[in-house]
């Protein structure tokens, strides 16, 4: 599809969205004179083209030009939408806001985009009286691959009216990093009923802002050890959500707390990115019973 390469301002935007809006119908009329030569004339250099005076046409042309009856208005009225860096997996939507600027209502229909592709529109079109507006939303949600997309969207409406519009993103990997060794974290020994933590960070090396996600395996129904008596989770990540903004960390808790004893306490903490498994820490303690010893005089 073609893109435009020119970077113009907002002014500049909001400039031709006003003289749009203002353009006064009017109609042009040209006269185009046509020589008419003998078929049996040679072209030589530069030399003129011999014609008949008595065969010359006068051509007519008459060019009416006329305001486009429907318009972008949000976002400076460009006809570009950009919607940046997008991590994979995660949908934003955009609120494109068009105008009938003309005096009949105009029925609204649009090409159809890649089925296969990452843009799409989320709601359906309406007939759109004089002076009203539709907001129109657009959809870009990447999938697995880190690239830039383009795409072309055309508007019809009337007859014989159409409105093009660009769509643009770039789809990027989200790059996570664990402060922990080999994926394993050993929490070592224990008592029962006790409570102990231990902290690790998570490093954002993504180009933009993540959100992530840690859920125990535990915490949705897979068996991976002994479970605590009174079902209360024995292993808990906090904060176990959140934000982290470009080249910054968390600091996750994980706490541990058991209500027995057990050589075999062990959980996996998956950290979801886009509703994806990004990174995976392996969790382990063992836990004994606390002995009183007897003292005798």
Request: hydrophobic residues 40%; charged residues 20%.
């Amino acid at each position: 599809m073609h893109v435009h390469n020119v970077v113009r301002s907002d002014l500049w935007w909001d400039a031709s969205r006003s003289l749009l809006s203002e353009y006064k119908e009017q109609c042009f009329q040209y006269t185009i004179t046509c020589f008419v030569s003998s078929p049996s004339c040679q072209l030589s250099g530069n030399e003129p083209i011999t014609h008949s005076k008595e065969e010359t046409v006068y051509l007519e042309v008459t060019l009416p030009v006329i305001r486009p009856s429907l318009m972008v208005i949000s976002d400076h009225g460009k006809d570009i939408i950009d919607f940046g860096d997008i991590v994979n997996g995660v949908s934003v939507t955009r609120t494109v806001i068009l105008k009938n600027t003309g005096s009949d209502k105009l029925n609204i229909t649009s090409s159809i985009l890649d089925p296969h592709g990452p843009f799409y529109v989320s709601n359906a079109f309406r007939k759109l009286p004089p002076n009203a507006t539709h907001n129109m939303l657009v959809t870009f949600s990447p999938a697995d691959k880190a690239e830039m997309f383009y795409e072309a969207l055309t508007l019809f409406y009337g007859s014989g009216g159409s409105l093009r519009l660009g769509l643009k993103g770039r789809s990027v990997e989200p790059a996570v990093e664990l402060s922990v060794k080999d994926g394993l974290i050993d929490m070592g020994d224990a008592i029962a009923n006790d409570f102990i933590t231990h902290q690790f960070q998570l490093t954002n090396r993504s180009p933009l802002a993540i959100k992530y996600q840690i859920k125990l395996d535990q915490s949705k129904g897979y068996f991976t050890g002994p479970a605590n008596y009174d079902g209360h989770m024995i292993f808990d990540c906090v904060p176990a959500e959140g934000m982290i903004t470009v080249g910054s960390s968390s600091k996750i808790s994980v706490n541990f707390n058991p209500d027995h004893a057990s050589l075999l306490f062990t959980d996996h903490a998956r950290v979801y990115i886009s509703n994806k498994v990004s990174v995976c820490v392996r969790v382990r303690v063992r836990a004994c019973v606390c002995m009183r010893a007897r003292v005798h005089v």
